[in-house]
Every structure is written in structure tokens, then in C-alpha cells.
């Protein structure tokens, strides 16, 4: 039972256009969530979380929006740059158990 | 500073044979987590080690354990093999002492280990 889900396995955008993840979740008790980006024979590297007590968080090109009610995220891009090209995971957790829980990965393909 | 590394970088193992992986964390981090990727899985939480004590566990059967030591370097084991263990094996460290998800963890390059 997957309790974070990725429903797109791969997308392709434009460069210079907004490129948007989404991610939803089943387990209401998570309340700290996270995206990561992974190259090519290359560990993940951590891009941005948010906490449940917010529903926006910002850190440069990077926005993910949080709708709690809808157990849905989304990790916006903007502009998308070819370096972005990548899979992306969306994970969370919850306090009490504390393990991060991760989605399958969306591949995200930038057109010149 | 330098990052995680992990050895080896590829495994190759035949079913029933049991392997040792290492993962070194960046200088100064304490808190070291292991994760299994698999095409079909994505990435699932094996379990996390913080000051030689194992502070976290996934849902894995018991041919895989790990320990930390106090250089805060770990190692993870895989016992009696099967052909379902062939995944990325990846390794991320973090300062620890916080909540551990809330903690930014910085992954190694991982193992790809082969079971045959």
C-alpha cells in the first residue's frame, strides 16, 4: 500500500516554462514532507521540504504548495532550465513514527 | 568537505551468499540512514543509526541489519541472499540530534548490487 504516490512516472516541458510535480498522500498523520532530485549514478540531494503548519514554501526557482485537506502536493518549477532534467521524489513523514516515506520518482524531461 | 561515499560502488552475489556494504558520512554528521532501491519499490527505509545505536527500523526481514561505529561510518549486511535483493543500496547522513526526517540528509552514490 503506497502511502505516497507519484502518478506520473515521466513529464516533459519546455524550457523557460513552468514545470509542475504533484505528489499525494494517504496517511494523515504525515506532517513534514520533502522533495528530492536525483541525477544518473548520483544520490538523491534534498531541494526543499515544508511543514504541515504551512501551506507555501519558496527557495528560488522552487515552490512546493501543500493542500492538506486534499492530501496533495505539487513542486512548481520556474523557468525550467535543461540542468533541471531529473527524477524527482516526493517523501514525508510523521512525527511519531518518523520514517521518510518515498514516492516512485517522476522523470522530468526539459526541451530545448 | 568531502561527501558520503559509499564501497563498493557494484556487487555482484550469488543466491545464498551474504554481503557487507560501507558507507563513510560526511565529517562531523552522526546520524546514518540506509535505503534500498528497486524499479518496482522506489526507495524504502532499511533503518537509521545515530551514535553507534540503531534508532530506526523499516519493514525488512531480518537478513538485513546494520551497525554504526564510533567514527560514525556504518555498514549494512545482507545474509542468505535472494534474487529480489538486487536493488540500489543508498546510504545518507545527516547532523542528527533533531527529528531525523526533519533533518537534510545528503545521499551517497550507493551500491548496485547484483544477485545472480
Known amino acids: 500500500d503506497q502511502q505516497v504516490k507519484q502518478n506520473s512516472p515521466s513529464l516533459s516541458v519546455q524550457e523557460g516554462r513552468i514545470s509542475i510535480l504533484n505528489c499525494d498522500y494517504t496517511n494523515s498523520m504525515f506532517d513534514y514532507f520533502l522533495w528530492y532530485k536525483k541525477y544518473p549514478a548520483e544520490g538523491p540531494t534534498f531541494l526543499i521540504s515544508?511543514?504541515?503548519?504551512?501551506d507555501k514554501n519558496e527557495d528560488g526557482r522552487f515552490t512546493v504548495f501543500l493542500n492538506k485537506s486534499a492530501k496533495h502536493l505539487s513542486l512548481h518549477i520556474v523557468p525550467s532550465q535543461p540542468g533541471d532534467s531529473a527524477v524527482y521524489f516526493c517523501?514525508?513523514?510523521?512525527?511519531?513514527?518518523?520514517?521518510?516515506?518515498f514516492g516512485k520518482g517522476t522523470r522530468l524531461h526539459i526541451l530545448p | 568537505k568531502a561527501g558520503v561515499t559509499q564501497t563498493p560502488r557494484y556487487l555482484i552475489k550469488t543466491r545464498g551468499q551474504q554481503v557487507t556494504l560501507s558507507c563513510s558520512p560526511i565529517s562531523g554528521h552522526r546520524s546514518v540512514s540506509w535505503y534500498q532501491q528497486t524499479p518496482g519499490q522506489g526507495l524504502q527505509f532499511l533503518f537509521e543509526y545515530f551514535s553507534e545505536t540503531q534508532r530506526n527500523k523499516g519493514n525488512f526481514p531480518g537478513r538485513f541489519s546494520g551497525r554504526q561505529f564510533s567514527n560514525s561510518r556504518s555498514e549494512m549486511n545482507v545474509s542468505t541472499l535472494e534474487l529480489g535483493d538486487s536493488a540500489l543500496y543508498l546510504c545518507?547522513?545527516?547532523f542528527g540530534g533533531g527529528r531525523p526526517s526533519a533533518d537534510t540528509q545528503y545521499f551517497g552514490p550507493g551500491t548496485r548490487l547484483t544477485v545472480l
Open positions: 545518507a547522513s545527516s
Open positions: 517523501a514525508a513523514s510523521d512525527d511519531r513514527d518518523d520514517k521518510i516515506i
Open positions: 515544508i511543514s504541515s503548519i504551512k
